[in-house]
């Protein structure tokens, strides 16, 4: 089973800043399988990214992915106060630990 | 607009069992993958079971084989989770989830979530 991790576990930053999430794999994986979520407290995950880098219907363009092989990338070009959560990536059904971006 | 309203969610005793239900609106239900994906408190989200469009394929996580049964019923647009034997470790929101056209992942669309507590 390919294992999923996420880096850093937290990312403190400020309105306006760059977010650069990593992920990765514990083999090389398909770009096709790789999805990135955002979730907020007492909300469902929201699906943001797949395919590695394709934006989900309505998700703004501040929200980008990238990446191959076993490394990922989710980046938040300047991050808006809505922003702040935890973000979940995700290889086939299995979800890695989340990176919490906070203020 | 996609909805997906889960229910049955409560206060169960070990080895007890309980059965969850998903009714979706807002789209051809037998045309999409469904599944039952998990979230414990303060962890990752766990998928727990997918089934096809007409149910020919079935699958599920280790941890709830032989005690969890996925099934949908297309006439009334109802996605189900039968829960048996159920542990402590169950415990968890437990999030309906559409899935992509012609896949099973990724999860594009999510209820609100059923509490399932299992606790003596």
């Known amino acids: 089973e390919t294992v999923v991790s996420q880096s850093p576990d937290t990312l403190p930053l400020s309105p306006g800043e760059r977010a650069t999430l990593s992920c990765r794999t514990s083999?090389?994986?398909?770009?096709?399988?790789l999805a990135w979520y955002q979730q907020k407290p007492g909300q469902a995950p929201r699906l943001l990214i797949y395919?590695?880098?394709k934006r989900a219907t309505g998700v703004p363009a501040r929200f980008s992915g990238s990446g191959s092989g076993t490394d990922f990338t989710l980046t938040i070009s300047s991050l808006e106060p809505e922003d702040f959560a935890v973000y979940y990536c995700q290889h086939h059904e299995t979800f890695g630990l989340g990176t919490k971006v906070e203020i | 607009e996609v909805q997906l309203l889960e229910s049955g969610g409560t206060l169960v005793q070990p080895g007890g069992s309980l059965r969850l239900s998903c009714t979706a609106s807002g789209f051809t239900f037998s045309n999409y993958a469904m599944n039952w994906v998990r979230q414990a408190p303060g962890k990752e989200p766990e998928w727990v079971a997918a089934v096809s469009p007409t149910a020919n394929s079935i699958f599920y996580t280790d941890a709830v084989k032989g005690r969890f049964t996925i099934s949908r019923d297309n006439s009334n647009n109802t996605l189900f989770l039968e829960m048996s034997s159920l542990r402590v470790e169950d415990t968890a929101i437990y999030y309906c989830?559409?899935?992509?056209?012609?896949?099973?992942?990724?999860?594009?669309?999510w209820g609100r979530g059923t509490l399932v507590t299992v606790s003596s």
């Open positions: 989830a559409k899935a992509s056209l012609g896949t099973t992942q990724p999860y594009e669309d």
């Open positions: 395919a590695a880098s």
């Open positions: 083999q090389s994986v398909s770009s096709r399988s």
